[in-house]
DNA sequence: CGACAGACTTCTAGCGCTGTAAATTCTCAG
DNA sequence: CTGAGAATTTACAGCGCTAGAAGTCTGTCG
């Protein structure tokens, strides 16, 4: 069964390829019987247009690239599901091309220069180890949008939460809870990216603005960005002696992987430790106890970030602009509210764009 | 700045475009000098060939379709990265273009239509709505390989794992621990999907070879497919008095789900209810108790898929081939070891393909 | 009755690249 | 120095579709 190409439903309805066309359009000029009798052609050969076809005479394929580190990592899932329902509500006809970088350098390089090869109209990427500079000049003229608050250039657009406001909202939440040995838990050992530095430093704040120690003892690291090597480090933090009694994670793994390391000891949460998350994915409802934890506005980040890419790609070429999207601290029983009436507020904390 | 296009090259060099294609192909018979000479001007011009120009000429995109219900469940986004890995290794420079059904029959049907627009080479589906009429009729002449124990015509190729032989090497390993009251859990209220089906079948022959009893109150079925409903489920059939002390769980989510709600009621694991989970998903180790899951060597079943897909692809025109790849029961805290020497054997428990 | 809008259709170039076939150049024996 | 055959390179026709120019056919009005 060949397929079916334009010409051939020009043919068997007796007119011309742009006729057809039109009709498939929906243009103008169309006039009714002519529209129906082409429809009939389509209906009867089975006809579907070529995208690639399409593409070569338009110059856009209808795909987006969506580039980040590990689809496995909740955060990306989550966030790849509301792009893909974001990009359909626009009824742009959009799809989505998921990349995967590993987060290595050379994973961020390879994405960059595949998708100049013309097949997709746009990129989101959420980039973790290239320089500002070196992304500025690799990208050329592909449109694109970047997520998170990696590096970015000044001359491309990007959406990020402001993490810094956020680390430091759950911080004095801890505080709030009469914490007053606040860790930090889940930034890489070595080459630790900027999503972790911006959260230990609004972690920083957060205890300063409270009087509380910071020590060094009380940043834990982990190898890799997994709950297993977080169960790890907070157990072997826990059997040298570190003692804390609140824990901000970088993120939901971690603190998935402190939760374990806890419970193996016996050490009671909340009641002991108190600990809140990062990224509010689907498990921090259902851990034991259940997690708090910080709530990037995902939806609203996947909204703007393909608007600003739509503009681009409608060839809007001004400076990259910057849009902050906001958070919620969500309090669920590893870090509950703190005082019933002043809690909502807090629990609501947003910082607007 | 413009693109630079093959012609560019071509007149840079005082070439035909086509011998620039052959040195970009690393076509035999051209000579050293032309090569260098071409090499320089592609080089001198920053040229990056235009996939979709070529793809137009030689009906290849390179891009191969991944189609299932949904990302966010941490079994398919695990998947859609070994099959990422798979393709990479083939070193055959396909990428993914991931789909998501939504696990809805129009969900499916979009998607088999659209991958007929001619984007994608060949498409990897996990359908479950569908009925395989449907499938064998909708699927035209695209190339495509069936994931899973959904609905699988006989026309199409398919690759999958035991699901009856798991659930009842699952089972069975519960009835080694002493269990004598196995629950299911997980199997949706409403248009129970193949899967469910066929685990609930291999679940009640292990029953049954056990002499174990086989009731319909040790059937716990859910709203949806996540960990919070299984938790509300499973709490609901506790409150309600149903009582067991051993179970088989649909996938990881629902066995997550049920340890928080065992959890909540104080109920220990293994001791009082020993929990097997499926899938074995990345959290499964850092649960509290980690998880047993029985886990599809999902290596093995995204090289065959791809494999069965690239001869598809090459033309290859027989019937459906139907392909069974192998499992393990893998041991942990919340179902472990029964015999310290029968064991291993039962952990490798696989049924070859 | 003829000229002329206005409405609709057809014509005709490409988009960037590749495969085939034809043309050219090169090699080397005779 | 010539011609056959091999080795390279070029010409050219699309792949399937779109868009703008150009053509055709109404019906209307002077």
Request: aromatic share 4%; hydrophobic share 45%.
């Amino acid at each position: 069964m060949a397929r079916v190409r334009l010409q051939d439903v020009a043919e068997h309805a007796g007119v011309s390829m742009k006729t057809v066309s039109n009709v498939v359009h929906s243009h103008p000029n169309v006039s009714e019987s002519m529209r129906e009798r082409v429809q009939r052609a389509i209906d009867e050969l089975g006809y579907r247009p070529n995208a690639i076809g399409r593409r070569l005479a338009t110059g856009r394929t209808g795909l987006l690239a969506l580039a980040f580190a590990d689809v496995r990592l909740p955060y990306f899932s989550e966030l790849a599901n509301e792009v893909s329902k974001a990009a359909a509500a626009t009824g742009s006809g959009y799809r989505l091309l998921l990349e995967e970088t590993e987060g290595t350098i050379e994973g961020e390089r390879a994405v960059l220069s595949a998708s100049e090869a013309g097949l997709v109209d746009g990129m989101l990427l959420q980039p973790s180890q290239m320089s500002s500079r070196e992304i500025a000049e690799r990208h050329g003229d592909l449109p694109m949008v970047l997520l998170g608050e990696g590096p970015a250039p000044l001359t491309v657009d990007r959406v990020m939460i402001d993490n810094v406001a956020a680390a430091t909202v759950a911080t004095e939440h801890l505080a709030n809870l009469g914490r007053t040995r606040i860790a930090f838990v889940g930034h890489e050992k070595s080459a630790m990216s900027s999503t972790s530095r911006q959260r230990i430093m609004g972690y920083q704040e957060g205890l300063e603005r409270r009087g509380l120690p910071v020590e060094h003892d009380l940043l834990i690291d982990t190898n890799a960005i997994t709950s297993h090597d977080a169960a790890l480090a907070v157990g072997a933090a826990l059997d040298r002696g570190v003692r804390f009694d609140g824990l901000v994670c970088r993120d939901d793994l971690a603190a998935i992987g402190a939760l374990r390391a806890l419970h193996e000891r016996n050490i009671s949460i909340p009641d002991d430790v108190a600990v809140i998350g990062w990224d509010n994915i689907a498990f921090a409802s259902t851990t034991f106890p259940s997690l708090s934890s910080v709530a990037p506005n995902t939806q609203a980040l996947a909204r703007v970030a393909l608007d600003m890419l739509a503009e681009r790609i409608e060839g809007f070429d001004g400076i990259g602009r910057h849009r902050i999207v906001d958070f919620e601290l969500v309090l669920r029983e590893s870090a509950p509210a703190a005082f019933p009436t002043e809690e909502p507020d807090l629990a609501a904390a947003t910082v607007s764009a």
